[in-house]
C-alpha cells in the first residue's frame, strides 16, 4: 500500500469515528462551534473519499487520448477536494457562526461537548502523527511549511492540510465551549464557529494554490535534478547534459534530456543502442521516471563553428 493511501486511510479512519460523536454531541448540547466540528468531519471523511478514488483513477494506464497516462488526475481531486473543505467547510461554520450572534443559544450539557472535543483532540493527534509519519522519509530535514510547498504529493499535501485544520478547528471548538460554558454567554460559541470557519477557509486557500501550480506543471525537486546530473556524471562521464526539463505527473516524472557525447558513437545504430542503454539505467536508478525523450545534440560553441564553416564554403 502507498504511503499515501496509509496517510488517507488513518485520517478517514479517525475523522468517521469522531464525525459520529460531534454529531450526537451537536444534538446534546445545541452547540454552534460543535455543529460546525461535525459539519467539518463529515466534509473531511468525504474529501477522503474522493482523494482514494483520485489515486485509483491516477493508475490508469496511459491511452490515445492521455498518452502520458492519467497520472495529473489526482490533482484534479485534490483540488475538488480544496474547493470543498473552503465551502462545506470554511464558508458553512462562517455563515452558521453569524447566523447565531443574532440568537444566542445556552449550551445545553456542555460537559458533553467538553468531554467529546477533548477526545477530538486526542484522536486526531494521533491521525496527524500517522500522516506526519509518512512524510518523514521524503520530508527529510525540512520544516513542515516548506515540505508543504516543495512537495508534488498532493494528496498527502491535502491529507496533512485537512489534519491540522482539523486538530487547530477542535481546539478553537474546545476553547470557545469552555468561555461560553465559564461565562455563561453563548455568544462565544457562536464565535468559535466563525473562527474555524475562517481557519479552514485559510488553509483550503493555502493548498489550492499549491495544487493550482501543480495543474500547471512542476518540475521535479532540486534533491532529484542533483541525484539525476550525480548519476549521469558517475556512470556516463562521456555525457554532458546540455539541458534536463522535468515535470511532475502525478507520482510519475516525464524527463527531456538534451545531451552531447563527448565522443559520438561510431554509427546510427550505435547511437541508438547507446540511448536505449541510457534510458534502461535511468529507469532502474529513479523508478518514478516513467517517460524519457532523450535527443543527442552538440554544445552552442560546436553549432557556430559548425555555421561558421558552412559560410565559408
Aim: hydrophobic fraction near 50%.
Amino acid at each position: 500500500m502507498a504511503s499515501g493511501t496509509k496517510a488517507i486511510y488513518y485520517a478517514l479512519a479517525a475523522n468517521t469515528g469522531i464525525a459520529l460523536t460531534k454529531t450526537i454531541a451537536a444534538v446534546i448540547t445545541a452547540s454552534t462551534s460543535m455543529t460546525a466540528e461535525a459539519i467539518h468531519s463529515f466534509a473531511d471523511c468525504g474529501n477522503q473519499i474522493l482523494l482514494l478514488i483520485g489515486m485509483k483513477k491516477a493508475q490508469a494506464p496511459a491511452s490515445a487520448l492521455h498518452p502520458l497516462g492519467y497520472g495529473k488526475v489526482s490533482y484534479f481531486w485534490s483540488f475538488m477536494v480544496a474547493l470543498l473543505l473552503f465551502s462545506v467547510g470554511g464558508v458553512f461554520s462562517a455563515y452558521e457562526g453569524i447566523h447565531k450572534l443574532a440568537a444566542p443559544q445556552q449550551l445545553q450539557y456542555p460537559w458533553v461537548a467538553i468531554l467529546v472535543l477533548t477526545i477530538g483532540v486526542v484522536l486526531e493527534s494521533f491521525s496527524l502523527m500517522g500522516a506526519l509519519k509518512e512524510i518523514r522519509p521524503a520530508r527529510a530535514n525540512r520544516s513542515l511549511y516548506r515540505w508543504f510547498r516543495d512537495t508534488r504529493q498532493s494528496e498527502l499535501m491535502v491529507v496533512i492540510g485537512e489534519d491540522i485544520a482539523a486538530l487547530l478547528g477542535l481546539a478553537i471548538a474546545l476553547l470557545f465551549v469552555l468561555l461560553a460554558y465559564l461565562t455563561g454567554n453563548p455568544v462565544y460559541d457562536a464565535v468559535g464557529s466563525i473562527a474555524i470557519g475562517l481557519l479552514l477557509i485559510t488553509i483550503a486557500v493555502m493548498i489550492t494554490l499549491e495544487i493550482k501550480s501543480l495543474i500547471i506543471g512542476e518540475s521535479a525537486d532540486d534533491d532529484f535534478k542533483s541525484a539525476f546530473r550525480e548519476f549521469i556524471a558517475a556512470k556516463y562521464p562521456h555525457l554532458e547534459i546540455l539541458n534536463l526539463i522535468t515535470q511532475h505527473h502525478g507520482h510519475d516524472i516525464v524527463l527531456a534530456l538534451k545531451v552531447r557525447f563527448r565522443k559520438w558513437p561510431s554509427s546510427a545504430q550505435k547511437l541508438v543502442s547507446d540511448i536505449n542503454a541510457v534510458e534502461k539505467a535511468i529507469r532502474a536508478e529513479f523508478s518514478t521516471v516513467r517517460f524519457i525523450f532523450f535527443e543527442p545534440d552538440i554544445s552552442t560553441q560546436e553549432k557556430a563553428t559548425a555555421a561558421k564553416r558552412g559560410r565559408k564554403k
